[in-house]
């Protein structure tokens, strides 16, 4: 059998409203914000400094900053002015352990498998 090497998509934007969706908040939200909090919470008492990867609507960035942390964004969509603008599949602007806590949420079933091992890395 001949091998086919498959050329992975090219990182790009959400596939809708991005203007309309980055308005709306529904309780998931705000659920979603909660149980990121307690999360960290039972994580350690020295989390100070955050990375979100994603950071929508930016609710969950209001509660940390709200709560004391330093938060850092970066996104792949200028739509959420995230701090610094990339894809979640090349970090290495960023410095190892820059970070104590880098939150991921509702980002990674959005790559291509191609995609993951290097972004959990």
């Not at 955050?50 to 609710?59: D, E, F, M």
Request: hydrophobic share 35%; net charge neutral.
């Amino acid at each position: 059998m001949e091998n086919i090497r498959h050329t992975p998509p090219k990182p790009t934007v959400m596939p809708l409203d991005r203007w309309q969706w980055k308005k709306e908040l529904n309780l998931s939200n705000f659920v979603n914000a909660a149980c990121q909090y307690k999360d960290l919470q039972s994580c350690s008492d020295s989390i100070r400094s955050i990375l979100i990867i994603g950071p929508g609507q930016g609710l969950d960035c209001a509660v940390f900053k709200w709560r004391g942390f330093q938060v850092t964004t970066f996104d792949i969509d200028k739509t959420f002015e995230p701090d610094h603008l990339g894809s979640v599949h090349d970090l290495s602007r960023f410095k190892d352990k820059q970070f104590d806590m880098v939150i991921a949420s509702h980002v990674l079933e959005h790559l291509a498998v191609s995609y993951l091992d290097q972004s959990l890395k």
